[in-house]
């Protein structure tokens, strides 16, 4: 009972992350129908962010707010430079163009900065052991789960509290109706940008910690968990994309867990084959929406 | 080269003809991942191999009559693309084909460089079926999985550990096989494996893994993993913020930075390594070189192993004492007990995988402490 | 075509294109303070179209397009309906998981910055009791008659000079389309101009001043409401004498 009782704080420390990384792409795509695969090099740029301003000898708190308003502000550059251009074209010119950005960042990372990781000198701190009645836990796993909650109800506090946040979510749901309001496209898109930059800098910090470097190429395997993650919700679903990553969290941990030593290699395998299962019983995924037409 | 030379050598049959009569520069071919998920080991080879390349022309070249000409191509960690490039430098006329730092795309270009009869040497590929795959044109530059998990088992034997647990991938070759060789190693010395787990590279959460090593009973007396960044630092933290105590031993891969900036995690990690800087050994001489060249001390074992990559060429072309392919290859074969800045490295009596020293350091108080340094007893070293 | 003084919008040579399909082919168009117009049709005449262009949501050219001595050529919905016009879109299209409160606070966004949205509120909720009844629900779950009236609501809360409807009797019950049309003529008492797109031909040239009727995405008819009631086209083609 406590073995499993562990196991779902695992989940719920790996969910979480999952949820942070797919609530980005979904507050992006829910707007103007992109999905950003470059989502990923926003947290490799809060890493090298976070690892300079260490270097440069910042202590470790304000480092991750620098990291956070890089994170921000890279988001911002994206939208303005690569994406608005090609706003409101076809779904897969949008999607190539993530994908060029993205793996044009990777090289210009490679390059310019070195293909080697580099360390991030994470504080001992971070590195203790919390332990709850029988379950323990890693000081950076407790600090997941806590950041991961704050960060939803932030953003759920911002989306239904505030007339920015309103915007979103009508945005989400009908764009060019927002535009009638008299509210500009482009301050709706930026602000969605900006947030999905945050989240994917707070994912960032996170999966930094847990590493303890950055590396040019650290952003293509979270930003696909965060896809899958998304797709499981229902794309563009902002509450289907949280629960789609803590689902896809579940299946993995409980996987790993609890499938016999001679399948443990095909865990993926398995995990993929439950998403498809998901995507059988609700092809549009757990919490879609209604789509409707964009003008 | 001239134009009219560049035509004749539009396919290998030519180029094996013409360049020996041609014989001045040695062509050096590199399909070198510079891009991708290879170039972090690829690049720091080439830096090293460069920096002997250069020291070798500035003495007017390997045995003072054979200047190096590189050709350097982007196989951007792609087999494919590997091949597509072995193939191009095979027509430009390379005499001598650099493979990236993998089995994978090795084999790729192993392919193409086989059949034109020219030999290609992997910068780092650790894989010991490597050469069984290709033919004996093909070679690696670097300590076999098999005789790195040698030295570890028997370092564990030593260590008094009767159990243990490893921990594997099935995402990489190096990272499935080699704990596995350390197993069966361990076992034919009286160890007893208690179970192996595994993980997906890239992942960094062993929550589940890290909760059910907390749960065994008995708890192993060690465990033996390679994974390495990301995986090793994020395994580590969690294996330790789960309140286990196992020491735990590693390969080569986590001789990085990050795993020494990692402090209280990692101490006691003992983990095996191409080379370790003695006090006035060539390595120590070579890390100062380096620091004066470039102003920092190497980051990584890959450039001075770049770098005697530079040597075995040196010394293969210097017994060949020909530019021929063929004469090369067999000069790779010969080499015994040529002193590299890592240690020794012997290419005969192997099927191209080297016996090259291979050190185990320990972790202690983020610095390196030299556990023992060698080759492991052929008779541990388990068949590929 | 002169322009009288008191127009408010008047749109010359309005041409809607979507890729190679044209839906509105050079139309000319004059709404007058205070007047009630209808652009009558059948489907795909080019109406909605021509309503989704006056207020940048379509793609559009024109000679000459002013809106309250405002050249719209080229400004974005948003900048266009800051100027005091805009439109309450076919289907109604209400927020709907957002509570009607919010999709009215949204409507009046733009006084964020200047205006008193909160009298704005107070009149509107007046003016629909029934919203201020169901303020704390999803806009979702009201009927068909309340979102209208809630995209109307909406609409007003930018306190606009000249109001663009839709269709706004499409899908809904004959007791609440007489509702619907009794707000209109309303709206209009108090000040409101309103260019009107109705399927409704009938009870629209009722409320209307003027109409246009348009045809493959031209002007086919124009006049008094009172003309073309009586014009034996539309007599033929719509009020089935």
């Known amino acids: 009972m406590d073995i499993f009782l562990q196991q779902l704080l695992n989940a719920l420390s790996l969910g979480g992350t999952y949820a942070l990384l797919a609530l980005g792409l979904a507050v992006v795509f829910s707007i103007i129908g992109l999905i950003n695969f470059a989502h990923g090099e926003l947290m490799t740029v809060t890493g090298y962010a976070v690892c300079f301003a260490l270097i440069w000898g910042l202590p470790f708190p304000l480092a991750v707010i620098a990291g956070l308003a890089v994170a921000m502000t890279a988001a911002f550059l994206m939208e303005r430079v690569a994406f608005r251009p090609v706003r409101g074209a076809s779904g897969t010119t949008l999607l190539l163009t993530s994908f060029a950005v993205s793996a044009i960042l990777r090289v210009l990372f490679q390059n310019l900065i070195s293909a080697r990781p580099i360390p991030v000198a994470i504080p001992a701190s971070l590195s203790g052991v919390v332990t709850i009645g029988p379950l323990h836990l890693g000081m950076i796993q407790l600090i997941s789960i806590i950041v991961t909650l704050a960060m939803l109800l932030g953003l759920n506090l911002f989306l239904h509290r505030t007339m920015a946040g309103r915007a979103m979510r009508a945005a989400a749901e009908d764009f060019a109706v927002l535009r009638l309001m008299g509210l500009r496209a482009n301050s709706v898109v930026a602000t969605a940008f900006a947030i999905s930059g945050l989240l994917a800098g707070v994912a960032g910090v996170l999966w930094v910690a847990q590493r303890g470097s950055v590396d040019p190429l650290m952003g293509a395997l979270p930003v696909l968990k965060a896809f899958i993650a998304a797709i499981i919700g229902g794309l563009g679903s902002l509450s289907g994309a949280v629960a789609g990553g803590f689902l896809l969290g579940f299946i993995e941990v409980i996987l790993q867990a609890y499938l016999p030593e001679s399948l443990l290699p095909y865990r993926d395998a398995f995990a993929i084959l439950l998403v498809i299962a998901v995507l059988l019983f609700r092809p549009q995924g757990l919490l879609a929406r209604k789509t409707l037409v964009k003008l | 080269m001239k134009k009219s030379k560049l035509l004749l050598l539009s396919t290998a049959f030519v180029a094996l003809a013409s360049a020996p009569l041609m014989a001045e520069d040695l062509v050096i071919g590199l399909a070198t991942a510079q891009t991708g998920g290879l170039a972090p080991y690829d690049q720091p080879n080439l830096a090293g191999l460069q920096m002997k390349i250069e020291e070798i022309n500035a003495a007017g070249g390997i045995a003072g009559k054979f200047p190096i000409k590189t050709i350097i191509k982007d196989t951007r960690s792609d087999s494919a693309q590997t091949a597509m490039v072995a193939q191009e430098l095979v027509d430009a006329g390379a005499q001598l084909i650099i493979t990236p730092c993998d089995a994978d795309p090795s084999i790729a270009a192993g392919m193409i460089t086989q059949g034109a009869g020219i030999p290609a040497i992997s910068f780092c590929a650790t894989t010991p079926t490597l050469p069984l795959a290709v033919g004996d044109y093909m070679f690696s530059n670097y300590p076999a999985d098999n005789v790195q998990a040698a030295m570890l088992a028997a370092h564990a034997i030593e260590a008094g550990y009767k159990t243990a647990y490893i921990l594997t991938s099935p995402d990489t070759a190096y990272t ?209 | 075509m002169t322009m009288p003084d008191d127009s408010l919008l008047s749109i010359e040579g309005l041409t809607v294109s979507y890729g190679a399909v044209e839906a509105v082919r050079g139309i000319d168009l004059t709404v007058r303070r205070g007047e009630i117009v209808t652009l009558l049709g059948a489907n795909g005449a080019g109406k909605s179209s021509t309503l989704n262009a006056l207020v940048g949501l379509a793609p559009r050219k024109a000679k000459r397009m002013v809106f309250a001595g405002t050249d719209l050529t080229g400004l974005p919905p948003e900048t266009i309906v800051r100027r005091g016009m805009t439109l309450v879109p076919e289907g109604r299209r209400v927020f709907s998981s957002l509570t009607v409160e919010e999709n009215l606070m949204l409507g009046g966004a733009k006084h964020a910055a200047r205006g008193n949205p909160a009298q704005v509120k107070a009149d509107m909720l007046e003016r629909f009791p029934i919203l201020a009844e169901r303020l704390h629900q999803k806009a979702g779950s009201l009927s068909g008659g309340e979102q209208q009236m809630l995209a109307i609501g909406r609409a007003l809360m930018s306190s606009p000079d000249l109001l663009l409807l839709d269709e706004p009797s499409l899908g809904l019950a004959p007791q609440v389309v007489d509702r619907i049309f009794d707000l209109i003529g309303n709206l209009r008492d108090r000040g409101l101009t309103i260019l009107l797109v109705e399927q409704n031909v009938a009870q629209s040239l009722e409320i209307a001043d003027r109409g246009y009727v348009l045809a493959n995405g031209r002007v086919e008819l124009q006049g008094s409401a009172e003309a073309l009631r009586s014009s034996p086209e539309i007599q033929d083609a719509y009020l089935g004498a």
């Open chain 2, 176 to 384: 499935l096989k080699l704990p596995q060789y350390f197993g069966q190693v361990f076992a034919a010395k009286g160890g007893s494996i208690l179970g192996e787990g595994t993980f997906t590279m890239g992942q960094q959460d062993f929550g589940a893994e890290v909760t059910k090593i907390a749960a065994m009973d008995p708890k192993p007396d060690v465990i033996m993993t390679s994974a390495y960044e990301p995986d090793f630092p994020a395994f580590v933290r969690q294996l330790r913020g789960a309140g286990v105590t196992t020491p735990i031993l590693g390969s080569d891969g986590i001789d990085s930075p990050t795993t020494f900036g990692l402090g209280d995690l990692v101490e006691g990690v003992v983990f095996s390594t191409a080379g370790h800087a003695t006090a006035g050994s060539p390595l120590e001489a070579f890390n100062a070189k380096w620091r004066e060249k470039t102003g920092a001390a190497p980051d990584t074992i890959y450039i001075a192993n770049g770098y005697d990559l530079g040597n075995i060429i040196e010394a293969a072309v210097t017994a060949a004492d020909s530019l021929d392919p063929a004469a090369i290859r067999e000069g790779i074969a010969n080499l015994e007990n040529l002193q590299g800045v890592t240690g020794p490295i012997t290419y005969k009596g192997t099927n191209g995988m080297p016996l090259r020293s291979v050190s185990l350091v320990r972790i202690k108080a983020g610095d390196r402490d030299l556990v023992i340094q060698g080759q492991p007893d052929p008779a541990d070293i388990p068949a590929p």
